[in-house]
């Protein structure tokens, strides 16, 4: 198994630009996350999914969009990148995210908006 | 909303000495999760405490949850340098979404 793999590594973008970070998993989880992680701010949801074809919000929402077609895949969507958005994002999945799981994270995407 | 903190921030050792991490939740929690993260590197999950009072033991590494569900502890006993990281607890909420809130974390160095 691959574990969860993100894509990609590094990106740089421009103000106001789009882009999609991608997650996906192997370990047929139905619970996957995404957070962002800021220095001396430990790590902050965005949003989650507790299986396919459902999704919402955690801490920090704004300025994000995700969809969950496949239990495998969950992807983050930047509409508009802004110089706040850089940070290194984590994916994560569990297997049934009832708070009695292990979270699995993948390697992280680290993301710098200019 | 939920706050969850960890003290200290920092901390740095001598190799063998102790060290204590500790996460204190604005809120009750239904269950902590800890994790660790090496230096560019993705959290690792260490443990995970349920029950009101519980105390686990990896090796060196003891976890404490308080009675209360609201704080929780992560003692290292005679440090070492493969410790070096930062170590982060996670609250699971009571209000049945089971959304993760992390602490701000300890990074732990150690000196040999």
């Known amino acids: 198994n691959a574990g969860v793999t993100q894509t990609p590594k590094f990106q740089v973008l421009k103000t106001g630009q789009s882009m999609t970070l991608q997650c996906a998993q192997d370990?047929?989880?139905?619970?996957m996350s995404w957070y962002r992680q800021d220095p001396g701010m430990g790590l902050r949801l965005i949003h989650y999914?507790?299986?396919?074809?459902?999704?919402d919000q955690g801490e920090v929402p704004n300025g994000y969009n995700v969809s969950r077609s496949t239990t495998e895949d969950f992807p983050l969507r930047l509409l508009s990148a802004a110089p706040s958005q850089t940070s290194v994002y984590f994916c994560a999945s569990s297997y049934e995210g009832r708070g009695a799981e292990t979270q699995y994270f993948g390697p992280g995407t680290r993301l710098l908006v200019l | 909303g939920q706050q969850v903190m960890q003290i200290p921030q920092y901390q740095h050792v001598q190799e063998g000495e102790d060290f204590t991490t500790y996460c204190n939740s604005s809120t009750t929690l239904s269950n902590i999760q800890w994790y660790k993260q090496r230096p560019g590197g993705h959290p690792v999950f260490l443990i995970q405490?349920?029950?009101?009072?519980e105390v686990k033991k990896q090796k060196r590494l003891t976890f404490q949850f308080g009675e209360a569900k609201k704080n929780s502890s992560l003692h290292i006993t005679a440090t070492q340098t493969t410790d070096v990281g930062t170590y982060f607890c996670a609250g699971a909420t009571t209000s049945g979404t089971y959304k993760y809130i992390f602490g701000t974390g300890t990074r732990l160095k150690v000196l040999a």
């Open positions: 405490l349920v029950k009101s009072g």
């Open positions: 370990m047929n989880h139905e619970y």
């Open positions: 999914s507790v299986g396919a074809g459902i999704t």
